[in-house]
C-alpha cells in the first residue's frame, strides 16, 4: 500500500494466478479481504478527516454533499482489481461527478447522470478534455474583455435579480458574462461558467451558510463590498491551477491523449428515475455502478436545485446539456421538484404495497409516521417509490456480476428515525442481488460541529457493496 493508503494494482493482482478471471465467488472473496485488510491497518480510512479535498478539481466548485474522492477511488480500484474485466461505470446520481474522476484514473469509460444542469456542467468540466494551456493563453484576452467593456446591457433577466444582486454586482456580472460568450471554445467557455458559478455563490446576496436561498439582512448588503471581477480573477488563478493537477496525474496514469480522455464520457442531465443511458439502450450494460442518492427528497433535505438557481440565471444552458432550458428555472424550486420524491401525490393501496413487498420495513416505518403525520408520510412515500424505479432502472442497465456501491446514510422524519441503508439495501436486493460487504463511515460535521454538542458532531453513513445475480 503507498502512503494515501490505496492499493497498488500489482499487488492485488497478486491475489489470482495471472491471466485468470476470478470467478465472482472469488472476486466477492478479494473485496472483503481487501476491505478488511485496509480496515484493520488503519480504522480510520473510509472516514479520511485527512483527505486532500483538492484532489481531481474538487475545491473547483463547492457543490453539496460531495464525496470524498481518495474513498471512491479505493473502493473502485478495490474492485477493478478484484473482478478483472471491469471496462465502464454508471453514477446515477453524479452530483459534481467525484466517483466518476475517481473511475477516470481506473481508465474506465464513464457514464453518469443528474437532473440538476449546475451538477452536469460542472462534471464535465471536470471530466475534460482539459486545455489548460489553451486557457492559461486566452486568460490575458479575457480579462482585458472585461476590463474594457462598456457596455450597460444587464444579462440575466428574472424576477427577484434585484433581491439577490446589487446593481454594482449585476453590472460586473454581466460584463463577466459578455467576455466568456465571446470565446469560442465550449469546453473552455463551460471552464469559464463554473468559475462564474462560484463566484455567483460568493458575490450575491444570498447566504453562503445554507443551501436554501436566504437573503442577507439587509443592512449587512447596504454595507457589504464585493467584487465579482476580483473574485472571478482569484477563483480563476486557483482553478485553473486545479485543472492542472488533475489532468497531470491523469496524465502520469497515461489516462490522456491530448488532453482528452482516453476512455468514453458520456453525461446527461436526465432522471435516472426516468431512463438510464448506455450505448444504444442496451441492457445488461454496466460493470459497474457507484453513486451516493439523496437520503430524502431535495426540498426537505438537500437543496441542490435551490443551490444552483442564481448562478443559472446567469449561464448560457446551452453549453451545458442540449436537455438544459428555462424551464429548469421557472420557480427556485424547480429542479429539486424533478428530483427523487419531489411530486408528492396520493399513492394507491397497490402502489404501497409493490413498496412494502420489496421492503417490509419500510412498511413499518411508514405507518409509524403516518400515524403522527400522514402528509410526511406521503413524502416519504414519494421518495421511495422514486428511488424504487430507479433502482429497477439501474438493475436492468447492470451486468450480472456487476457490481454496485451504495452510500447511504439515514434521516429522521417526525421523530422516526428512516434506515435508508436498510430499505435501499431490500430494494436493491429483491431486484436479484446479494450484498456482499457493507463499510461503514463516520464524518465529523464541521458546519454542525461549531454549534452543537459533541454527539451531533458525527453523521454515519454506509457504504454498501452489491453484486448482481440475476
Ligand atoms: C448526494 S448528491 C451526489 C453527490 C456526488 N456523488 C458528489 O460527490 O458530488 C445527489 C445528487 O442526486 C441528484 N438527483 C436527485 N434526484 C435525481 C434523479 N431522479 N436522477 C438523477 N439525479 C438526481 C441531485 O441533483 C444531486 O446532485
Redesign the pocket.
Known sequence: MNSIGTINPASASTTTEAGHVPTPVEADAIICREVDLLTRENHQIWNSPDHDRSQYVHSFFQ???????IV?KRIIEIIVNAKGDVTNML?????????LVAGMEMGLNCYG????PL?VL??KTRTGPFYFGAIEERRHALFSHIEQDNDETIEANFKGLYKWFTPAVVAELSKIVRAIKAESNQTIRRFYWVILAETIRLTSNDRTSTFKLHARPLTEIATRIVSPIDVFKKHFANSLEDLREHALQLQNADRLLKGAYIGKINLNL?????QIVTTNDQEGFFDLHV?????GD?KTT?T??QF?YLPLQWIDLQDIDERANKTFLATTSQ??S?????IIRQFTIDELQVLFDASPRLEVIYHRIHAIDPKRARKVAAFFY?IYQ?IQNIHRAMKVNGYQVW?VGNRTVAGVNIPNNVIMTDFILSQGAILIKTINREILNRRMARRNSQAALMTFEDILIFRKIG
Not at 63 to 69: D, F, G
Not at 113 to 116: A, E, M, R, S, T
Not at 291 to 295: A, G, I, K, L, Q
Open positions: 457543490y453539496p454533499a460531495m464525496m470524498v474522492p471512491q453514477d446515477s446520481f453524479m452530483g459534481s461527478g467525484t466517483s447522470q443528474d437532473i440538476n451538477a460542472v462534471s436526465l432522471s435516472s428515475k426516468e453513486t451516493s442518492p439523496p437520503y431535495n438537500v441542490y436545485g444552483s429542479i429539486d424533478f428530483g427523487l420524491g419531489g422514486d430507479t452510500t
